[in-house]
Structures are given as structure tokens and as C-alpha cells.
């Protein structure tokens, strides 16, 4: 099993920025996609960007797409989200999650392990 624990949230005005970090504990993190999630209140939990276990393949949503850059250090078992030009409608909890898969998974279902989330909050 594989624990993920999500920092680097909290309250930034309109066109900040943020870097989310999510550190890894457990077996072989260096061979899980990564992916972050998000959701906001009254809506449902949304893609938002993936990373392959190697690093190198990327997938973006088209509303993050250009502002946002997952990456991650395998050495340090962490991944990252760095979010440019928020926007308000970037407001929701972040959430990472793993899945032992050999491409970039996009779909919720296709995650084994999930973290606890972040709080991003986004004023206009």
C-alpha cells in the first residue's frame, strides 16, 4: 500500500501562485503514475494532471492546461503541482493519488491510493 499526504494548499488572490506537494510513503513509489484531483463544493471530483512513474509523459485537463506543471523526484518519493495565474474557479480541495500503471492514468477509477487533500483557496 502506498500513503500519500498532500501539502502546500491555502489562500491566494487571483493570478498567484502555488506549488502542491504530495509525499509518498510505501512501496515502490518510483513505479506509480501520479495524478492530482480536485473538487469543489457542490461539483464532483475533476482530473486536473497526471505523470507517468518515469516522468516522462504528462496529461493536463484543457482548464489547467498552460498554467499548471505536474512533475516529480522520484528520489525525494514526492510529487508536485505547480499552479500559475490561478483563477477563482481553481478553488477546491486538491487531492494526489497513485496507481501502479505502466501509462498516465486520467480517470478517478483507474487510482488504487488516495490522500487526505489540500485546501486551495482562490479569491477574486
Known amino acids: 500500500q502506498v500513503q500519500l499526504v498532500e501539502s502546500g494548499g491555502g489562500l491566494v488572490q487571483a493570478g498567484g501562485s502555488l506549488r502542491l506537494s504530495c509525499a509518498a510513503s510505501?512501496?515502490?513509489?518510483?513505479?506509480?503514475?501520479m495524478g492530482w484531483f480536485r473538487q469543489a463544493p457542490g461539483k464532483e471530483r475533476e482530473f486536473v494532471a497526471a505523470?507517468?512513474?518515469?516522468?516522462?509523459?504528462?496529461y493536463y485537463a484543457d482548464s489547467v492546461k498552460g498554467r499548471f506543471t505536474i512533475s516529480r523526484d522520484n528520489a525525494k518519493n514526492t510529487v508536485y503541482l505547480q499552479m500559475n495565474s490561478l483563477k477563482p474557479e481553481d478553488t477546491a480541495v486538491y487531492y494526489c493519488?497513485?496507481?501502479?500503471?505502466?501509462?498516465?492514468?486520467?480517470?478517478?477509477?483507474?487510482?488504487?491510493?488516495w490522500g487526505q487533500g489540500t485546501q486551495v483557496t482562490v479569491s477574486s
Open positions: 510505501g512501496r515502490t513509489f518510483s513505479k506509480y503514475a
Open positions: 493519488a497513485a496507481e501502479r500503471s505502466d501509462y498516465v492514468p486520467t480517470r478517478g477509477y483507474e487510482y488504487d491510493y
Open positions: 505523470i507517468s512513474w518515469s516522468g516522462g509523459n504528462t
